[in-house]
């Protein structure tokens, strides 16, 4: 297992603002695999987040990438934040090159690497559009494209879909469940939807307390491709009740 | 051309996008302000003539007209090179020392915790009342005048570069660093095209100050341009001809102005342009 461990967090604390956030943790991502994150908002899930991408430093513990302790990690995981983030100056293919530029490709051969994947994204033809004329949906995916293209193995998603509208959230994870089948990338995706974490990952971690000491895994083994009308089958409405009962049981303890 | 056929909600962002670049109320504003223009002029005119006010005190449009047309090659031959040429100088160093400045600051923060009082002390100083000092120290030629230009100009460049450098959202920043970017990184890619905006709204600004700042610098001892003769034409009691060289500084601003205003929408980022594309 060590040797296809892409991500891996032993006995981590943190402290952010005086608060303790992290106290203890440890969880590991495989190869190919999507985890999600479950908690509950507020919980400091995207703080984890900071600390797994490098802003952020651990008080304690360590963290290892592809099986080796990484103390410095800025520029080595792929990171999609919340919000799109992405630059109204620039057009969505001149967007998407920004890691490529900082990694050192020049424009040129920065737009063509970006140009054989826009199709992946459903984007080619938007190529010379700039943000504002794009729904959320396309930006999320303009903020996916743009995290991929980072010279890594891992991906950290937080809650890319939380700003999305009901039917446009679904159509993104239906279309992000194909793409993971397509990409095979690996995956640690933050969110506070059942639903959502049901739907897309392998495995869930859901942290109940606060500061997060331990999460409690969840295998997740419907058959892919998914759609999203497996919310409906009973072993999917069972486990979201468990895990929802999992989730307000550590919210009660407080 | 749309292929995309499902993105319901991208075709309706599109169309409000051709609605804002097409944009027919545009020509409506120009037309109505000639309209108004011309009303104002007009009853400029009349009420010179019913009330015969006095051409020392108020002259009537055609009276303006025709001193501007008696001393044109006096006035725009002579005079106007010569105040153009003190303003623009001294845009161009407030341009250059302002947005330098500001730059300096965000890199260093010594340098913005030594600089940064006086420029909030810069907003309430009267750059007026410093002008006899400049004047002073830089002579009467033209270093002298464009010191005053300086003056009037640089704070207005520095503070919109400085504001702008500052407002780059730290969430950017951090993106930028968790792909890996360095300092320099960040701030060519991130925050010098974000601060621009701001740059323009400053120089916009010192644009029409720069002519203001010309003047007064003529005003303060001159042989020549539009500011020393508008003030020799004042003491002479010959209105007309002050109100022609008011005419001329004013059409040298709102001209300063719209060269800025042409280059900013050339060169930022303008929510109209994704229609460019096809």
């Not at chain 1, 999507?34 to 507020?42: I, K, M, N, Q």
């Not at chain 2, 033209?142 to 300086?150: E, S």
């Amino acid at each position: 297992m060590a040797v296809s461990e892409v991500l891996g967090c032993h006995q981590v604390s943190l402290r952010y603002d005086e608060r303790l956030i992290i106290d203890k943790l440890s969880f590991h991502v495989t190869k190919g695999e999507f985890v999600s994150l479950l908690a509950p908002s507020g919980g400091g899930k995207s703080t984890i987040f900071k600390m797994i991408n490098g802003l952020l430093e651990p008080d304690s513990g360590e963290i290892h990438l592809n099986g080796l302790v990484a103390p410095s990690r800025l520029g080595k995981v792929g990171y999609m934040p919340q919000k799109d983030l992405l630059l109204p100056w620039r057009t969505i293919e001149e967007n998407a090159a920004i890691p490529l530029e900082i990694r050192g490709f020049s424009r040129k051969e920065a737009g063509d690497i970006v140009q054989e994947r826009l199709c992946a994204f459903g984007l080619y033809d938007y190529a010379k559009a700039y943000p504002n004329a794009l729904s959320g949906g396309m930006r999320q995916r303009v903020s996916l494209l743009r995290a991929t293209l980072s010279d890594s193995e891992l991906l950290l998603l937080d809650e890319p879909f939380s700003a999305l509208d009901g039917i446009t959230r679904t159509e993104m994870q239906e279309w992000l469940l194909a793409w993971c089948v397509r990409e095979q990338r690996t995956i640690l995706f933050v969110t506070h939807d059942i639903e959502e974490a049901l739907l897309l990952s392998d495995r869930i971690l859901v942290a109940n307390n606060k500061p997060i000491r331990e999460v409690k895994e969840y295998k997740v083994e419907f058959v892919k491709p998914r759609h999203s009308s497996l919310r409906f089958e009973p072993l999917f409405v069972h486990m979201r009740k468990e895990m929802l009962s999992y989730l307000q049981g550590g919210m009660a303890d407080e | 051309m749309n292929s995309n056929l499902n993105d319901l909600s991208l075709k309706k962002k599109r169309r409000q996008g051709r609605n804002q670049t097409f944009n027919p109320s545009k020509h409506n504003v120009l037309l109505w302000f000639i309209l108004s223009l011309v009303l104002v002029l007009l009853l400029w005119e009349l009420l010179c003539r019913l009330m015969n006010v006095p051409a020392f005190l108020l002259p009537p449009p055609s009276e303006i007209a025709k001193a501007l047309w008696n001393l044109r090659t006096q006035l725009i031959g002579e005079h106007l090179p010569t105040t153009l040429q003190e303003a623009i100088l001294g845009l161009a160093i407030s341009i250059v020392l302002g947005s330098g400045l500001a730059i300096w600051m965000r890199i260093s923060a010594t340098v913005e915790k030594m600089i940064y009082p006086y420029l909030i002390m810069s907003q309430t100083i009267p750059v007026l009342a410093l002008s006899p000092v400049f004047i002073m120290w830089f002579g009467y030629e033209l270093p002298g005048k464009i010191a005053i230009v300086v003056l009037f100009t640089f704070f207005p460049i520095l503070v919109g570069t400085y504001d702008g450098l500052k407002r780059t959202e730290q969430e950017m920043v951090e993106l930028f660093q968790t792909m890996g970017a360095n300092r320099r990184q960040i701030f060519t890619k991130l925050q010098l095209p974000s601060a621009l905006p701001h740059f323009f709204s400053g120089v916009k600004v010192a644009a029409t100050f720069s002519v203001s700042g010309a003047t007064v610098g003529e005003w303060l001892g001159a042989s020549e341009g539009l500011g020393y003769f508008g003030r020799r034409a004042a003491g002479n009691f010959q209105a007309p001809n002050l109100f022609a060289t008011v005419v001329l500084l004013s059409l040298m601003g709102i001209i300063f102005f719209l060269i800025f205003r042409w280059l900013e929408k050339r060169f930022v980022y303008q929510e109209a342009r994704e229609e460019k594309r096809k």
